[in-house]
């Protein structure tokens, strides 16, 4: 019997967000759409807000083998958006290694227009075979602040970098009006492989040097401008490896009585967790992209460190609103 119904046009794991300013001047969806396994909610805005908030969620938590998510993203001018999620993405295993489980996020800021975009971490479960690509297009005066990372599995179950293989790759380009072509500013690419290792090289878990999870932040335009330099400012007082403190005990001493300010203290106080903690990091200023490298040797050292970066920089909480920081909190 033919349905008197028109055939649908929806395509299993696709999702669009569209954000735009509205009348009132503030941040509001315009459309959003999704399809199983993936799924989108955003609670009602508020101007104290500060931007559109969407969860980014999967039925069941994760994502089972040979899954595909695509969404794509729109930010209208003078826009903002957060993205959060509710729990760490789980990639579930795949059963045989054709089995790709497949995340795509397609990204468009326009002029004025802002993307936070920080989740829990990815966490790949034993066997798991994952690729993640996410391409994000700015305009000169948009704004990007993006996490992505990635963790070691399921401890508990004693997993250790025990996936198959994991692929993340982050591309940041630079567009304009049309007149000239887009530049690329940015190409990350991860790729943990337990499975094709070169002849002699130590495996996954070796390779990793007891980090349970690592992760890259990278920072662009405007409204990132102070906290892209704030970690660039964090990264150059960080004790270089193999210096050495020729100072006198007495000299010491002396140097401790002096008053430190509120800044100095709170580093000092970060440093000594970062040694304690086994927390390891990096920055660099790439094309006008911030970028910061970090492992741990635990989520939650991690977790706690990107998050009191964060607060204490503070113009991510003042741009997009505290709900943007709660999956790092």
């Keep these: 019997m ?3 119904f028109p055939k649908s046009s929806s395509i299993a794991g696709e999702g669009r967000i569209v954000v735009k300013v509205s009348p009132n001047d503030i941040s509001a969806l315009e459309s959003i759409t999704y399809q199983y396994p993936l799924k989108l909610i955003s609670p009602s805005t508020t101007a104290e807000q500060g931007s559109v908030l969407v969860f980014l969620l999967s039925y069941g938590g994760g994502l089972v083998g040979g899954d595909q998510i695509n969404l794509s993203i729109e930010i209208e001018p003078k826009a903002r958006l957060s993205i959060v999620t509710q729990g760490h993405t789980k990639i579930f295993r795949s059963a045989q290694s054709d089995i790709i489980t497949r995340q795509n996020l397609k990204v468009e800021i326009k002029d004025g227009g802002a993307l936070c975009l920080l989740p829990d971490p990815v966490q790949p479960f034993e066997s798991s075979i994952y690729e993640q690509i996410q391409i994000f297009k700015l305009t000169s005066n948009a704004s990007l602040c993006l996490l992505d990372w990635v963790t070691q599995g399921r401890t508990a179950r004693g997993e250790n970098w025990s996936l198959s293989r994991w692929v993340g790759r982050n591309e940041v380009w630079s567009t304009s009006d049309g007149a000239t072509k887009d530049r690329l500013l940015v190409r990350d690419t991860v790729i943990l492989d337990s499975a094709n290792r070169p002849t002699g090289s130590p ?7 007891g980090h349970a999870i690592v992760g890259t932040l990278i920072l662009r335009g405007p409204m990132t401008k102070s906290v892209g330099e704030f970690f660039l400012a964090e990264f150059a007082a960080l004790p270089r490896l193999g210096a050495r403190d020729f100072r006198s005990a007495e000299a010491r001493k002396k140097d401790e009585a002096i008053p ?11 440093l000594e967790e970062e040694r304690n903690k086994q927390i390891l990091w990096s920055a660099a200023n790439v094309r006008g992209c911030i970028v910061v490298k970090f492992g741990a040797a635990t989520v939650e050292a991690a977790r706690n460190w990107i998050g009191i970066m964060l607060l204490q920089e503070g113009s991510v909480e003042r741009h997009f609103g505290e709900q943007a920081l709660m999956c790092v909190r």
């Design 2 to 4: 033919t349905s008197p």
């Design 260 to 270: 430190q300010s509120p800044l100095e203290r709170w580093r000092s106080t970060r």
């Design 203 to 209: 495996s996954l878990r070796e390779s990793m040097y």
